[in-house]
């Protein structure tokens, strides 16, 4: 029988010379984004000669592969375009069908590992708000039951009960409730006959809480999983025809393009959540400016990072008392962009003020907060070479982690513990060892 023969695959090829990478270059990048999402990855140039040659690569690798070419271009880039087979994707479900898929397999625990080990796509085309809702019949409306006032009520009520769990339980008890209550009750509740106002005022309220478990899943380390959320929070809100949510899930996906290293896409997002803003009270005003002013930050623009943070400032002494559950923004977030945007600028003892101050200013319930700040200002002590002042930081730290369930709090705990390695003969840094075990041992019996 007469061997098949391979079809050289011209278009990855086209791309690598788009990109101006050789063979090398693009297996360290595969394996580096493949780190990222937990997979140890041995690409080299070999492999990418035989993908070139017409070699398919494995399904898993494809979207790492492609991945990679995006980031180095700049630009989106498909399977098709790099030459891969379509898979046997079922067409694209309605929304709420999603939703109800997103939040069933994150409730699981069996299939929430499979969800958050996909890849974080730095160069995702974000949906254009005024292309959204135009799509608003995209949410498919059902007979089966009828919803009112009450029902958005209920969505409304529970997405403030959950983001009052995440401060003092963590995002590891409060995500798989959210998860829960959008696969078992919003999915259907989008399905249901309803007025246009009752529908548009429940795909808001959705979207708030799609918002709040997209932020969720982003601060336990689930990037990709958290980026779906995102895009689905966007979905709602355009149809929704609700700018505030819109524009406030933009800043948080630039949030995630920071805790990413990713600072001109940060940028690029924390302006477009600007920019896509109604006439906003000075509350939402402070909240977009502070991102604005780290992602500025980043990209190492210093006049624009301490502009902004002023304009966040005079915005926040204009709002008043109220503080939102959902997207929030007050002294104590205020403070910390602050420490974000001195560390950023490499002023690493103002960076470490600020955000003394802002653990100051929180509030003893927020928990997760404060168990955050702790470990940010402890690795930036020791960095200044403050060890004893980082160790009593990591130790309170670990006094609010031993309350909450986070995988950001789990990340803390390994970078602590192979930060302090190399002072482990100093008796603080003993003490510090021996209580996070304790605390470790704890946490899981």
């Known amino acids: 029988m007469a061997r098949r023969m391979r079809v050289p695959n011209s278009r990855l090829a086209d791309l690598l010379d788009q990109a101006r990478w050789t063979r090398t270059q693009l297996a360290r990048a595969v394996n580096r984004i493949g780190r990222e999402h937990g997979q140890q990855l041995t690409y080299d140039q070999s492999a990418v000669s035989h993908w070139i040659a017409g070699t398919t690569p494995r399904e898993s690798a494809r979207p790492l592969i492609c991945e990679a070419l995006a980031r180095r271009l700049r630009r989106p880039v498909t399977a098709a375009e790099a030459g891969f087979p379509a898979t046997d994707a079922p067409a694209r479900a309605g929304l709420a069908e999603e939703l109800i898929d997103i939040g069933t397999a994150d409730m699981d625990p069996g299939r929430r590992a499979g969800l958050a080990a996909g890849t974080y796509e730095a160069a995702l085309a974000v949906p254009q708000f005024a292309d959204l809702a135009a799509r608003s019949d995209a949410i498919r409306s059902g007979r089966t039951s009828r919803i009112g006032a009450a029902e958005v009520a209920t969505v409304r009520l529970m997405t403030d ?14 995500r798989p409730m959210a998860a829960a209550f959008l696969a078992n009750t919003v999915g259907p509740y989008l399905h249901a006959d309803a007025t246009e106002d009752t529908r548009q005022a429940m795909r808001a309220a959705a979207a708030d809480l799609v918002y709040l478990t997209g932020w969720m899943a982003m601060y336990g380390d689930a990037h990709s999983l958290g980026q779906r959320y995102y895009v689905k929070a966007l979905e709602l809100a355009g149809a929704a025809e609700d700018h505030v949510t819109y524009c406030r899930t933009l800043r948080g996906m630039s949030l995630q393009a920071t805790s990413l290293h990713h600072g001109h896409l940060a940028l690029t997002l924390a302006d477009s959540a600007a920019e896509a803003a109604p006439v906003a009270g000075p509350r939402l005003v402070a909240f977009l400016r502070g991102q604005q002013a780290h992602a500025a930050a980043m990209t190492g623009d210093r006049r624009q990072a301490l502009d902004r943070l002023r304009e966040a400032e005079v915005a926040l002494g204009r709002a008043d008392d109220r503080r939102e559950a959902i997207g929030g923004y007050d002294r104590t ?54 060890l004893d002042a980082a160790c009593a930081s990591w130790s309170r730290y670990l006094d609010y982690y031993r309350q909450i369930s986070t995988g950001r709090g789990d990340k803390h705990l390994r970078e602590m513990r192979s930060a302090v390695q190399p002072h482990r003969g100093v008796r603080a840094v003993r003490q510090l060892l021996g209580q996070a075990t304790e605390v470790a041992a704890a946490k899981a019996a």
């Open 161 to 174: 009960h959950i983001a009052t769990i995440l401060d003092e339980l963590g995002e590891g008890h409060a």
């Open 333 to 386: 977030a205020y403070l910390f962009h602050v420490g974000q945007v001195r560390e950023s600028l490499r002023d690493l003892s103002g960076s470490i003020r600020a955000i003394e101050e802002s653990i100051r200013a929180q509030h003893p319930q927020e928990r997760q907060g404060r168990m955050h700040a702790h470990a940010v200002l402890a690795r930036r002590q020791l960095r200044l070479g403050h």
